[in-house]
């Protein structure tokens, strides 16, 4: 069975920083790019960031450039989301997805709140 549990969110002030952590399971982690998608309260999904297999290439939402980062680490089937600089506009849930034949399993999301 996929499982994707995403940790790591919390409450935090504007300009302050948070890592997020995504544990995959019952697949084989290496085989598949991943990405970072997050919905803001009242608004649609919005697509973040991604991966590629073995993390050699990243993509990011423009809005995102230079203030996340994304990586993976294989060997621990977990991926991770930087975000540094964040701004109240970052507040949503996140969540981590598997790009199969498009984004086929999420986790359940992460509450990230940048608030003062």
């Known amino acids: 069975e996929v499982q994707l549990v995403e940790s790591g969110g919390g409450l935090v002030q504007p300009g302050g920083s948070l890592r997020l952590s995504c544990a995959a399971s019952g697949f084989t982690f290496d085989d598949y790019a991943m990405s970072w998608v997050r919905q803001a309260p009242g608004k649609g999904l919005e697509w973040v960031s991604a991966i590629s297999w073995n993390g050699g290439s990243t993509y990011y939402a423009e809005s995102m450039k230079g203030r996340f980062t994304i990586s993976r680490d294989n060997a621990k089937n977990t991926l991770y989301l930087q975000m540094n600089s964040l701004k109240s506009e970052d507040t949503a849930v996140y969540y981590c997805?598997?790009?199969?034949?498009?984004?086929?399993?999420w986790g359940q999301g992460t509450q990230v709140t940048v608030s003062s």
């Open positions: 997805a598997k790009d199969g034949v498009g984004f086929d399993y």
